[in-house]
């Protein structure tokens, strides 16, 4: 199985950017597709955005297209979420999870290793 552990959150303000860190460990990373998530108070988590295993295919939620991008670096078993022209719509704490998969797809459920989460929160 893999351990995650995210970083890279804070308090911002709207307009301002931040990159998201989640660092992985155990088996190999490259085995797996990752994505990241958020939950806002009140609210169900949600897909923000997906990576399959080797980076070249990436998926996004409507709401964050054009302002978020992920990334992965396999050979420091970390993927990351460059996060832009934020607003308040997105506080939220951000979860980092991973499937193992090998597809050249990006899929939106099926995540069954999740990180502790790390809270955003955009002041505006």
């Known amino acids: 199985q893999v351990q995650l552990v995210e970083s890279g959150g804070g308090l911002v303000q709207a307009g301002g950017s931040l990159r998201l860190s989640c660092a992985a460990s155990?088996?190999?990373?490259?085995?797996?597709?990752m994505g990241w998530f958020r939950q806002a108070p009140g609210k169900e988590r949600e897909f923000v955005a997906g990576?399959?295993?080797?980076?070249?295919?990436?998926d996004y939620v409507h709401s964050v297209k054009g302002r978020f991008t992920i990334s992965r670096d396999n050979a420091k078993n970390t993927v990351y979420l460059q996060m832009n022209s934020l607003n308040a719509e997105d506080t939220a704490v951000y979860y980092c999870a991973a499937q193992e998969s090998r597809k050249w797809v990006v899929t939106r459920s099926g995540y069954n290793y999740w990180g502790q989460g790390t809270q955003v929160t955009v002041s505006s």
């Open positions: 990576i399959n295993w080797s980076g070249g295919i990436t």
């Open positions: 155990g088996r190999t990373f490259s085995a797996y597709a």
